[in-house]
């Protein structure tokens, strides 16, 4: 058995790796989180006591982490800052978790010689235009727009650098956009669902035609689970599901999925510097580690989500206000 240190885990896409890890390994599981807004216990009820111990402290703590490194075997690094829109509106706790809380992660893998495993975006990649027949590759140029994007690809810089430098035995993942059960209420998808469950409309940014590239978030952990087992030291993979799909696509279909009329939706005012575009190619991951994903049909994957939050209220109703009025001061 190999003891795994996930940071971040009591977040959406930690914790659903967490559950993934527990359904298909053998490993013990150590969860660091500090419980910010954007971290429930919940997520991780069930789970047994056995195989998964809940730390509650700060990546940025480097006695703590240094501890916690110490009896670990690999680090899959999934604590962040991770919403654009809070960025804009305050970017320093972005630099405090994703720059140093990296920053103190690395150094904890350097001293003990520990395997690491740094969760990333395809944001770092900045924009497509809607034509533009490439994709993302591992080696698209860095281009981030937003804090959030521009922390996430300054962590990404500090992971290549200890490898380079120290021999840190890193890998790197940059997923595209996740959605699935345990996702915090703010991000788009979440966000309309549970909107459309209180009967209130959903909100597209601008004209909607932004296009995301969605994956479940199921598939992006058997993705990093695939890297730890058989990625190359050093690597960088790209993850995705060739999932695109226009913002007002995807609300149209939330509300035909909950028997809503598919124009019953309103626009408010687009984010500043909104990116337009992702698409990831995920060759490298697909043809290196053989992997692929299970939710291959994105209206399934999404009858599911709708069910998940209809069943399960009292984990996202508690953050629901406070989240709408964010919104609402600032024309969202
Ligand atoms: P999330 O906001 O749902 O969860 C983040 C978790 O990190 C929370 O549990 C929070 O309490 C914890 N955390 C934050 N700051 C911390 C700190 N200083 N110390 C300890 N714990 C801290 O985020 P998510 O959407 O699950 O994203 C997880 C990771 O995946 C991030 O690194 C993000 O950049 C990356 N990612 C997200 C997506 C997506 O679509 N959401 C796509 C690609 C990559
Ligand atoms: O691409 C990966 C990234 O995906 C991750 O790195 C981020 O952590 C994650 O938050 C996500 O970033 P986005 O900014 O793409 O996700 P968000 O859910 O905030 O928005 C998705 C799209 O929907 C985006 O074009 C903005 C739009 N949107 C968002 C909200 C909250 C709306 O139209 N209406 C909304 O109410």
């Known amino acids: 058995m190999t003891a795994l240190l996930v940071t971040g885990g009591a977040g959406f896409i930690g914790s659903n790796f967490v559950h993934h890890v527990i359904e298909h390994t053998e490993h013990h599981v150590t969860v660091l989180d500090s419980l910010t807004y954007a971290g429930n216990l919940a ?107 521009s922390t996430k690809a300054g962590s990404d810089l500090l992971v290549r650098a200890w490898a380079r430098s120290f021999g840190v035995r890193a890998t790197i993942s940059n997923c595209s956009n996740n959605y699935g ?62 999932g695109e799909k226009s913002n007002l696509d995807v609300v149209r279909l939330i509300l035909r999925l909950t028997g809503n009329p598919e124009d019953d939706f309103e626009h408010v005012t687009d984010r500043p510097g ?26 399934t994957g999404i009858a599911h989500t709708i069910d998940w939050y209809r069943n399960n209220r009292s984990w996202w109703s508690p953050a629901k206000a406070a989240t709408e009025s964010f919104y609402a001061a600032r024309g969202h």
């Not at 009896?71 to 899959?76: F, G, Y």
């Not at 690395?106 to 497509?128: F, K, M, W």
């Open 43 to 149: 997520s991780l009820a069930g789970l047994p006591e056995s195989r998964v111990s809940f730390v509650h402290g700060d990546i940025t703590n480097a006695p703590l982490v240094d501890s916690l490194v110490a009896e670990t075997d690999a680090v899959i690094h999934y604590a962040a800052e991770s919403h654009n829109d809070n960025s804009l509106d305050n970017p320093r706790p972005f630099l405090d978790t994703n720059i140093i809380g990296t920053y103190t992660l690395l150094e904890a893998v350097r001293r003990h010689e520990t395997r690491y495993h740094h969760i990333s975006t395809d944001e770092v990649y900045g924009d497509l235009e809607l034509d533009d027949p490439e994709r993302f590759t591992e080696s698209t140029p860095y281009n981030p727009s937003s804090p959030y994007s």
């Open 274 to 299: 909104h990116d337009l575009r992702y698409a990831i190619d995920s060759t490298k991951l697909r043809t290196e580690l053989g992997w692929s994903p299970s939710f291959g049909d994105f209206e």
């Open 181 to 242: 059960p345990y996702q915090h209420v703010e991000k788009f998808i979440p966000r309309q669902i549970t909107n459309v469950l209180d009967g209130v409309r959903p909100k597209l940014y601008g004209a909607g035609l932004n296009v995301r590239d969605w994956i479940h978030a199921e598939d992006h952990s058997s993705a990093v689970l695939s890297i730890l087992e058989r990625g190359s030291i050093g690597e960088t993979y790209l993850i995705g599901a060739d």
